[in-house]
């Protein structure tokens, strides 16, 4: 394949169901020089079922500015090299970010082999619009931060996309009840092409009913999207999240901010009570 100067291809693998993986995938994996692979264990297991023997060399958040060097320097001398994941799509809340920025930098081309995205493939089964769309991938681990993120993004009215893990899904859904307003409608879409696929589409407080009350419902693999905030005349949630923050900075209770809030926005006070309490745990809490 090679020629002066490599060929970095993207090639996008399963995200479940290995017979997912596109002709021009498995033909590319083949021929190249090296296959670079955030987990080489895990990834080897996929190139043997495809009875592929390419040499795979790791590429993960914690060595990849490290390997990037090397990387180039190898497809400058001429080796084609198809960078991986461990699912679905590089790059989209995955690694390789890095070396795809250094390698356009040393004029090296850089070909991408579409094929399997969790978050598209969410979109493509939600019924929600997706002629706007906002990715949000992961949001913070930690409550204030998490938060702190969705305040941002309550006024946001493209349809939202995250990823997330089965053990956080709980805490996520309740935070996002608690700022977005339980009535906003939301899909979740977990453990896609795989045996226990499943896509509930409710309100915000149903979803998160539902996964508190069935441990099943967060296990494996998620994808949460949530509807987009009506459009507000000057972005009226987001002023609101503001106008919350600074009363309960000054000391003023929960309830009465909530009140306040009500009086100028002329949004429910109940909604704005949940946000008003979230906001506050949040600047309360021990963890940050
Ligand atoms: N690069 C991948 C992609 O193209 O979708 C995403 C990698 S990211 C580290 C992993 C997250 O993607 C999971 O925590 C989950 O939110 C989502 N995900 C991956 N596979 C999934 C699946 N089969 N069903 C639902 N969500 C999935």
Redesign the pocket.
């Known amino acids: 394949m090679s020629n002066s100067t490599g060929v970095l291809y993207v090639v ?1 693998t399963p ?2 169901n290995l017979a997912d993986i596109g002709q021009r995938a498995v033909d590319t994996l083949r021929q190249v020089d090296l296959v670079v692979a955030e987990d080489t264990r895990h990834s080897g297991r996929l190139l043997r079922h495809l009875g592929i023997t390419t040499s795979l060399a790791a590429c993960h958040e914690h060595n990849e500015r490290a390997a990037v060097d090397g990387l180039v320097a190898r497809l400058r001398a001429g080796s084609d090299l198809a960078l991986i ?6 790059l ?3 690694p390789g970010f890095r070396l795809v920025r250094a390698a356009r930098a040393a004029g090296v081309s850089v070909v991408p082999i579409p094929g ?4 598209i ?2 979109l493509s089964v939600a019924g929600l619009p997706t002629d706007r769309f906002v990715f949000e991938g ?1 949001l913070p681990a930690r409550h204030a931060a998490r938060v702190a993120r969705l305040e941002t993004l309550v006024g946001e009215t493209r349809t939202l996309v995250f ?3 089965g053990r956080r899904l709980g805490a996520c859904l309740a935070d996002l009840c608690a700022v977005f307003g339980a009535d906003r409608p939301a899909v979740l ?6 045996l226990h696929e499943t896509v509930l589409d409710e309100r915000l407080d149903e979803l998160a009913a539902r996964v508190a009350g069935d441990p099943d419902q967060a296990r ?4 949460l999207l949530v509807a987009g905030a009506p459009e507000q005349p000057g972005d009226v949630a987001l002023e609101v999240g503001r106008l919350l923050e600074t009363l309960l900075e000054e000391g003023i209770t929960v309830s009465r901010a909530a009140a306040i809030a009500a009086r100028v926005s002329g949004m429910s006070k109940r909604e704005l009570y949940a946000r008003a309490q979230a906001l506050h745990d949040a600047q309360h809490s021990p963890s940050g």
């Open positions: 996008a995200i479940g994941s461990d699912a679905g799509t590089p989209v809340s995955d399997p995205c969790a978050a493939a969410a992961f990823y997330e893990a879409a977990r453990e896609l092409t795989k494996g693999e998620s994808v």
